[in-house]
Every structure is written in structure tokens, then in C-alpha cells.
């Protein structure tokens, strides 16, 4: 699959569920008419096909092959099925670690899986990875040190809420991070977005997850996020909208 259409596309949520919300396609529709260039992660290589046939013919919605952590105790083994679907795919997600206390029991299992994920990502070569690393940053680079994925694809950190010093290891490891509302609503986590590089910043909503007065964010939202965001930077939110696509541009095509 080639690169997401840039030079069309006015906005970036580079981590949302799509497949999540009660009007999948209509929200489709909406990111091509706002031109939102949006990352359709999915949970589980089951949905793969359906979310593939839902967004063909989308000029800006891409998906992504996702097995997230939190489904790793009972879906373990949807790991076959997974690497046999890798190839079809560039964009994968959502992956990664949760070690909150609901998904620690499971961190043996997601550890097994995260790594066959890196492996075979690493040697297909030129994936773009969407991370989950709830409570297991660093861990979480330990795998990416070990499996050296970073030299052979594009990581975005999702959500990031490691410390200052785990940031700039992912920062050295050429890490990208996707900035959802709810983190500007962290004074820790603004803090730590002040110091991220301007060039690896991007904007995500993950929604259905994230709510606003009880009601799921949408990719249109990213809209909001800029605003947020760009004062902490200390540039206009449409000097940010405009970074922001060109860091996707850029990281699309290392
Ligand atoms: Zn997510």
C-alpha cells in the first residue's frame, strides 16, 4: 500500500478505532469530505477484512492490522492468523503492552505476541507500527531495541505516557508520538510534550475511547487538539495543523 495522499489531506488522526462506533461508514465519509487523514486501528486480525473492504476506495482512510494488549489473554493465538495477514498490510496497529493492573496477568502472553509482532514487522520491512504502552514504556523499547524494528519501519508511540527520560529514548530510536486530547488535559503530560521534538509530533483522537461530556471524539476533532497544542509550542494552530501533516509526509516516506 502506498502513502496516505498528503497533498489532499488537511488533518491527521493517526490512532482511531473506527470500526468501534456505531456509524463506521458514515464516519468514513467524514474523513473524506474533512479530508482527515485517519489511521483505522483495529483490536483483533478478525476485523481486518471486514475494516480492509469498509474504507476501499477511501482516498484518506487507511487500516490498520491491530491484536491489542488488553485481548491478548483470550485471543492469544489470533497471533497466526495475524502474521499470515502481515503482508497485506502496512500499517499496523493497535499493538503493543499494557501492564495497568486489569492486563498485568497477562504480560507474559503480550510480551510473546508484541515480540512476534516486532519480528515479522522487522523482517517484512517498512511497517508503520502504532504502540499501546500503558505502564510498560520501558519495557516496551526493550523490545524495540532487541528486535531493531525502528531501522526497519516507523514507530508512533499512541498515547504516551512514559517519563522524560523514556521519551528521549524513544526519540533517539526515531519515534514519533500521536498527541490525543485527553493528553493536554495531563499537566505532567504537557510538560513532556513541550520537550518532544516538533518534528515527530502528530495528532490522534483514539476515539470511540475518548469522550468529551460523555460523547466519543471524533477524527474532525483532531481539529481541537491542534488548538490545544499549539500554544504550548508557541506557534499558530495552523502553523501546527500544517507540521503536523508534514511530519506524517515525511514519516511515510523514510
Ligand atoms: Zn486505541
Not at 533517539?172 to 500521536?178: E, L, N, Q, V
Not at 460523547?215 to 499549539?230: E, F, K, Y
Not at 509550542?233 to 495543523?241: K, L, S, T
Request: hydrophobic share 45%; net charge neutral; with cysteine.
Amino acid at each position: 500500500m502506498t502513502a496516505l495522499p498528503l497533498v489532499a489531506a488537511k488533518w491527521v488522526d493517526f490512532h482511531c478505532h473506527l470500526d468501534l462506533y456505531p456509524d463506521h461508514a458514515q464516519l468514513i465519509s467524514e474523513c473524506e469530505r474533512e479530508r482527515i487523514a485517519t489511521l483505522a486501528v483495529t483490536t483483533t486480525p478478525l476485523a481486518w477484512a471486514r475494516n480492509k473492504e469498509m474504507a476501499e476506495g477511501s482516498t484518506h482512510v487507511r487500516v490498520a492490522l491491530g491484536l491489542h494488549p488488553q485481548l491478548v489473554a483470550e485471543r492469544e493465538n489470533e497471533i497466526a492468523l495475524f502474521e499470515r495477514l502481515l503482508p497485506e498490510s502496512r500499517y499496523v496497529g493497535e499493538v503493543g503492552l499494557d501492564a495497568s493492573p486489569r492486563f498485568y496477568k497477562s504480560l507474559e502472553a503480550q510480551e510473546r505476541v508484541f515480540e512476534r509482532v516486532l519480528r515479522a514487522c522487522a523482517e517484512q520491512g517498512d511497517k508503520v507500527l502504532t504502540l499501546h504502552s500503558v505502564r510498560a514504556v520501558s519495557k516496551l523499547l526493550q523490545y524495540l531495541e532487541k528486535t531493531r524494528l525502528p531501522d526497519r519501519g516507523r514507530v508512533v508511540m499512541h498515547w504516551f505516557t512514559g517519563s522524560v527520560s523514556e521519551a528521549r529514548r524513544a526519540i533517539d530510536m526515531g519515534c514519533y508520538f500521536s498527541v490525543n486530547s485527553e493528553m493536554l488535559r495531563s499537566p505532567r503530560l504537557r510538560s513532556l510534550i513541550v520537550g518532544l521534538p516538533l518534528d515527530r509530533i502528530l495528532t490522534e483522537t483514539d476515539g470511540p475511547f475518548v469522550q468529551v461530556d460523555g460523547v466519543a471524539v471524533r477524527p474532525r476533532s483532531v481539529a481541537g487538539t491542534l488548538t490545544a497544542l499549539a500554544p504550548l509550542r508557541g506557534i499558530e494552530p495552523e502553523a501546527m495543523r500544517v507540521q503536523v501533516l508534514r511530519n506524517l509526509a515525511i514519516m511515510l516516506k523514510q
